[in-house]
């Protein structure tokens, strides 16, 4: 089975500024790598996938990066909507997929 | 629009029964496969179960196996999740997740989720 470990647990940024987050694979999971988004009592919402291809209406603030064991998701410009819990996830060796622990995106 | 809507859930005690629905529209339905993924309360997303479009191929945690079991009706567009033996731990919202349109899969649409209570 494939560990995802996020890093960090919490991020505190402020509005406006940018945010990077961390995502590693426990073995390589070529580029089949999601981010979703939650927000408080909502369902996760799909981000990126491949890695870097951002899904249908998301902003192009939001952007990811890498492949094998080691993912990064940036949000250039951080607005109000989108302090939240993302988490990764790997759909290249399956079952089971495995998602990260999730990292909160907090306002500073 | 993509809409999935589970119900089902409730309150149950340890050892008992349950079974959710997930009510699909918006989408060919029998054409994607489909998942339910749990939440525990304050927790992090768990993957629970997948089933093929057609149910050719079903695959589950190891958390759950032998104790659920999926299946979907392609006919009236729902996907199912008959719980059995039911633990403290299995306690979560339960989520029903489409996948995407070409392996390997990602989840690209979640219904809202069911809350499933274990408790005595």
């Known amino acids: 089975e494939i560990v995802m470990t996020q890093s960090p647990a919490t991020l505190s940024v402020s509005p406006g500024e940018r945010a990077t987050l961390s995502c590693r694979a426990s073995?390589?999971?070529?580029?089949?790598l999601a981010w979703y988004q939650q927000k408080p009592g909502q369902a996760p919402r799909l981000l990126i996938y491949?890695?870097?291809t951002r899904a249908t209406g998301i902003p192009a603030r939001f952007s990811g990066s890498g492949s094998g064991t080691e993912f990064t998701l940036t949000i250039s410009s951080l607005q109000s909507e989108d302090f939240a819990v993302y988490y990764c996830?790997?759909?290249?060796?399956?079952?089971?997929?495995?998602f990260g622990q999730g990292t909160k995106l907090e306002i500073k | 629009e993509v809409q999935l809507v589970e119900s089902g859930g409730g309150l149950v005690k340890p050892g008992g029964s349950l079974r959710l629905s997930c009510a699909a529209s918006?989408?060919?339905?029998?054409?994607?496969?489909m998942n339910w993924v749990r939440q525990a309360p304050g927790k992090g997303l768990e993957w629970v179960s997948s089933?093929?479009?057609?149910?050719?191929?079903?695959y589950y945690a190891d958390s759950v196996k032998g104790r659920f079991t999926i299946s979907r009706d392609n006919a009236k567009n729902s996907l199912y999740l008959q719980m059995n033996s039911l633990r403290a731990e299995d306690t979560a919202v339960y989520y029903c997740?489409?996948?995407?349109?070409?392996?390997?899969?990602?989840?690209?649409?979640w219904g809202q989720g069911t809350l499933v209570t274990v408790s005595s």
């Open positions: 997740a489409r996948s995407g349109a070409n392996v390997p899969y990602y989840f690209d649409y």
């Open positions: 918006g989408f060919t339905f029998s054409s994607y496969s």
């Open positions: 089933i093929s479009s057609s149910s050719s191929y079903i």
């Open positions: 073995q390589s999971v070529s580029s089949n």
């Open positions: 491949g890695a870097s």
């Open positions: 996830q790997q759909y290249n060796n399956w079952p089971p997929y495995s």
